[in-house]
C-alpha cells in the first residue's frame, strides 16, 4: 500500500494527460477500421490499458511511445478470447456492445470492484439478438449471435450503456437507435463520424436520437485533448493559488464541475482554443478567489459525475451548507461513492450528512487535515490529495497506488511522485 503524505502546497507541472474517455473510443474504433491509426496524448491509464490489452486479445496490434498509440486493427476477431476489463466499468460496457456484433464467443472478467457493480447493458444487446450469459466466474459471457438493429429508449443517463448499444449497431443487420431523455457525453457518436461511419442524431428538444447503421470504419491521425475530469482535481488549487490548466476538452456534457464553480463565485477564465471531433478544447485558468455554499441539483449530476467527490471536499471551502441531490448512481462506483465521500469529508474536519439521494456538506471555509483511506477507489484519493494541498495541516493518503486507474501523471504534475 502506498501512503502519501501531501502537505498544504504543490509544484505544478505540465504534463499530459489524454483525455481518458476519449482514450477508451479511440482505441475501439480503431481496432475495428479498415485501416491503421495513430493517436498523440492518449490517456495512459490502468483503465485505457485494460482496453487496449482486451483488443490485443480480439487480434489489433497496438503499440505506445510515451502517450503516442499505433492502432493495426484486426481483419477477423479471435474466436473463444477471455477478456481481462480490470477496475474498467468503460471496457466491461464499451467492449460488450461491440463483441455482441462480432459473431464470437467471448468470456469477460474484471476485478472484484468492477464484479460488484451493475453492468446494465445486457438488456439492450439481448433484445438486439446478443447470446449473454451470467456465471459466478465471470462479469458475463457472449456467445456467437447475429444481431439486428433496434430502437432501444435508455432508461439510464450513461454514455457507457448508450455507446454499448451504438457499438453493437455498428454490426447489425439493419438500423440501431439510441434515444436518450438526458444528452450525456457525445464522445462515441462524434468519433464516429471522425471515422466516417453511417450515423445520423436528431435532437427532437426533449429526447437525442442517434441512429448508426453498418458502415467501414477509415483510419485517424489524432490528438486527444487532456482529461476534464482529471483537470477538474486541480482547479479547486486555483481558488487559494491560482492556476491554469491547458487544452482541455470542454464539452457541457463533462463541464457541469466548472459551471458550478463560476456559480459559487469563482473567478474563472475560459478560452477556446480550438476543438476535437466538434467538441469544444480550451484553457482554464481559476483564479485567487473566496466561494460561497453552492447547490448541486439532480439535473446537473449528468455533467460532472465524476466530480461529486471534489466538489464536495470544495464546498467544505465555503462558509455554510452545500447541498447535493441526486447522487444515486454513485453507490455503483468503484466504491459507495455517497459514503466514501462522506468519511472523507469527516476526515478532513468537516462535517456530512448523508440523505436518501445525495449529501449535505457543512463548510467552515478551510479544510484542517487528516488521515484518509480511499479504498482503492481513485476519485476518492484524488479528492483526498485536493484536500491535502488546500489544507492547513496536511493529508495522509493511504492506498494512493490506485489513482493510476483513471491518470498515471496526476501525482507527477503536482510534484508529488
Known sequence: MKTLQVANSFNFTKMPFGDKSVSHRALILAAIACEPSTYNNMGICDDVLSTADCLVKLGAKISFDGEKATVIPFEKANNDVILNCGNSGTTARLLGGLVSGLGIKAKFIGDKSLTNRPIRIIEPLTAMGAKITQAKDCLFEINPSVIKGITFQTPYISAQIKSA????????DGETTVIEKVITRMHTENMLK????NI???????????????SPLKGVNMTVPNDFSTA????????????????????KERTGFLRLLEKAGAEIKVVQTGDFCGEPTGDVTVYHSEIKPFTVEAKDVSDMIDEIPVACVTACLADGVSEFYGLSELKYKESDRITETANLIKSIGCRAEILD????????GKID????????????AMSAVTAGILSDKGVTVKGAECIGVSSRNFLKMLGLE
Not at 471522425?194 to 461511419?197: S, T
Not at 439521494?357 to 467552515?364: K, R, S, Y
Not at 487535515?369 to 476518492?380: F, V
Open 194 to 197: 471522425a471515422f466516417g461511419g
Open 200 to 214: 445520423i442524431e436528431n435532437n427532437k428538444g426533449l429526447y437525442n436520437e442517434i441512429t448508426v447503421k453498418k
Open 357 to 364: 439521494d445525495g449529501l449535505l456538506i457543512q463548510g467552515n
Open 369 to 380: 487535515g487528516g488521515i484518509i483511506n480511499p479504498n482503492g477507489d481513485h476519485r476518492i
Open 165 to 172: 448499444v451504438l457499438l453493437a449497431g455498428l454490426n447489425a
Open 232 to 251: 477538474a482535481f486541480l482547479l479547486p488549487l486555483g481558488l487559494k493559488y491560482g492556476i491554469k490548466i491547458e487544452n482541455v476538452l470542454l464539452s
